[in-house]
Every structure is written in structure tokens, then in C-alpha cells.
């Protein structure tokens, strides 16, 4: 005999799927676990499991908003990929201006060195001018 046979009132409550998920997305859902796989007591494996299930709006509550920054997932990739690759071109540039400005001091002075061997031959070319312009002894 069954107990609603013998007056006995049983509340039947019926849940559906959308109720059970509704109300996960509206509390929140946490799931954490670790699994370690060890060998003679050596741990060889450890995995940390973290879950969260929640809606958009409990998630901001608890101040989780990652997707919003985050560039595959937001309508501002495309302009945050080619800021990323002007920056990368002027970073380039930069570090080609820097590699010349590094190897001008060595020009300048393999310059100066030219230019002080061309004043000292012009210094001696003028002493030996003045040399072969021997005064009248007095």
C-alpha cells in the first residue's frame, strides 16, 4: 500500500533543469579539488582544480570581470592588436636609432683621429716652413 493510500500527504516538488541552473547561476557553484599522483611517496603529478560557476552579475559582485579586458573576447581587439603592433614598429625603431647612435662615437672618433693627423701634418709642414726661412744673423 502506498503512502498517499493511507492519507498520508507526501509533497511532491519538482525541480526541472532551468530551476537547478538558475539558481547555481544566481548563488554560485565552487568546485575545487587537488589530485596528486605520487610513486613510492615521490609526488610525481599534482593538478589543482578551482571552478567557479556563476552568473555575469555574481561574478562581478565578487569582483571577477577578466573578460572584459581580455582582448579575444572583447569588441576591442582588433584596435588593441594594432596599437600593439604600431608600439612594436616604434620599439623597433627605436632600438635601430640606438644601435646607430652606439656606433656613431667610433665614426667621430676615427674622425677626429683623421682630422688630428691631418693638423699635425699641416703643424709640420709649416714648421718646416719656417725653418727653411732662415732670418739674416743680425
Known amino acids: ?11 511532491r516538488e519538482s ?5 537547478l541552473l538558475d539558481r547555481v ?9 587537488d589530485i596528486s599522483v605520487s610513486l613510492a611517496n615521490v609526488e ?6 578551482r571552478l567557479l560557476v556563476c552568473s555575469i552579475d ?7 570581470n577578466w573578460w572584459r579586458y581580455d582582448s579575444n573576447l572583447t569588441t576591442r581587439a582588433a584596435a588593441a592588436e594594432a596599437e600593439n ?7 623597433a625603431a627605436l632600438e635601430r636609432e640606438i644601435r646607430q ?8 672618433e676615427a674622425a677626429g683621429r ?3 693627423k691631418g693638423s699635425k701634418a699641416r703643424a709640420a709642414g709649416k714648421g718646416a716652413a719656417r725653418k727653411s726661412r732662415k732670418r739674416p744673423p743680425p
Open 114 to 116: 683623421s682630422a688630428r
Open 44 to 49: 610525481l603529478l599534482t593538478i589543482r582544480i
Open 85 to 91: 603592433v604600431e608600439l612594436r614598429e616604434r620599439v
Open 25 to 33: 547561476l544566481d548563488k554560485g557553484l565552487v568546485v575545487a579539488g
Open 15 to 19: 525541480t526541472t533543469l532551468a530551476d
Open 58 to 64: 555574481k561574478a562581478e559582485q565578487i569582483g571577477l
Open 1 to 11: 500500500m502506498s503512502m498517499q493510500g493511507r492519507g498520508i500527504a507526501v509533497p
Open 101 to 108: 647612435l652606439a656606433a656613431a662615437p667610433s665614426r667621430i
